[in-house]
Each structure stands twice: as C-alpha cells, then as structure tokens.
C-alpha cells in the first residue's frame, strides 16, 4: 500500500491557509476517488483518512489528513505506520514550504525537516529521515515577512490562487508519477 500524509492543521480558520496545502492536495487527489463513489474519508487514528484501489493498476492507496495540530504530525503518521506495518519507502509526506519559490514543487528521498514543523515532528518521531516527500513553494512574491508564522497561517490572495491552480494540477501529476514510477522518475520530471 502507497499512504500519502498531507499536513496541515484542524479547523475551519485553519482550512484556506497557505500552511494547509497538504489538506488541500490531498482534497485535490481524493476529489475522483469520492466522486466515482470509490472511498470517503473517515475519521480514526487522530486523522481523516480513504483507502482505494485504483481499478486500472490495481495500486492500494491510502490518503491521509493528521487531525493533530502541524506541529504533532509525527504521531499520526507513526500510528497509521504501525496499525498497516508499512515500510517508509511506501509513503509520502506533502506540505507547503517557505523557502521554496511559490507555486515550485520540489520531490526528494529524504532530508532535514527545512524548518518545518510538522516534518519535523515526523523526523523525530519516527527517528529517520529517510522518507520521501513532497514540497510546495508558499515563499512570498514580493519581499521579505517579517513573521514567517503569521504569513503561513493566512489564507492566500486572489493572484496567489492562480498560480496555485496550475501547481496543484503538477503536483497531482507528480504524485500520480510518484505511485507508478517511485521517487526517482518523479525527481527527473518535476524537479
């Protein structure tokens, strides 16, 4: 089974947020799964989470939405880890980034948490960094923030959801990728 983490934080002041893409992929990638009446998410270790089957490869997939707040994520990915005794090779972690150029979507085996919290719960909870992961640039197009918090806890702007509009449409694709290929074709093509 392939299991996709999107971060993100509970709550409807939370929904639109630039720190809730994960959510919102992760909506984006559930949206034909619910529509063909495949799956629909339910709620169970402290996450919204719908498991499917893709009928044409046949790929077990499992999306998942922690309910803990970002900065607690690692729990709940090792949870769903241990209750489906899934290797770390077979998931994804997706999540906005604020170093990354906005709209820019970045695939990588592994590393450090980049100043991120909720991989950053991840990493030490599960004791490795040795995950593959899914970034999406939030970095502000004009200048500098001065409380990087504050920004990425704002919803995005009008112009901002334009870009984010053709992003997510890659970033589905990069997934899809991801799920037939692995990590190394995916880095090829989209990074």
Excluded at 76 to 94: D, F, G, M, P
Excluded at 178 to 186: H, N, Q, S, V, Y
Aim: hydrophobic share 35%.
């Amino acid at each position: 089974m392939k299991i996709i983490f999107g971060l993100g934080n509970p709550g409807k002041k939370y929904e639109r947020t630039r720190h809730n893409l994960g959510w919102r992929i992760l909506d984006r990638l559930a949206e034909p799964l619910i529509d063909s009446g495949i799956a629909k998410f339910k709620k169970k270790f402290q996450s919204s989470f719908l498991t499917a089957t893709d009928p044409e490869t046949g790929t077990s997939l499992m999306l998942v939405k922690p309910l803990t707040y970002m900065n607690d994520s690692g729990r709940v990915v090792q949870k769903i880890l241990q209750y489906r005794q899934e290797e770390l090779t077979n998931i994804l972690i997706v999540y906005d980034d604020f170093q990354l150029p906005f709209g820019k979507i970045r695939m990588r085996p592994k590393g450090s948490d980049g100043g991120h919290n909720g991989l950053a719960s991840i990493i030490e909870t599960l004791g490795t960094q040795d995950f593959s992961r899914l970034r999406v640039g939030i970095a502000p197009q004009q200048g500098r923030i001065a409380d990087p918090a504050k920004y990425v806890l704002n919803n995005f702007n009008r112009a901002e959801e334009k870009i984010l509009a053709k992003s997510l449409t890659e970033v589905v694709e990069a997934v899809q990728l991801w799920l037939d290929d692995g990590i190394e074709k995916c880095m090829n093509k989209f990074n």
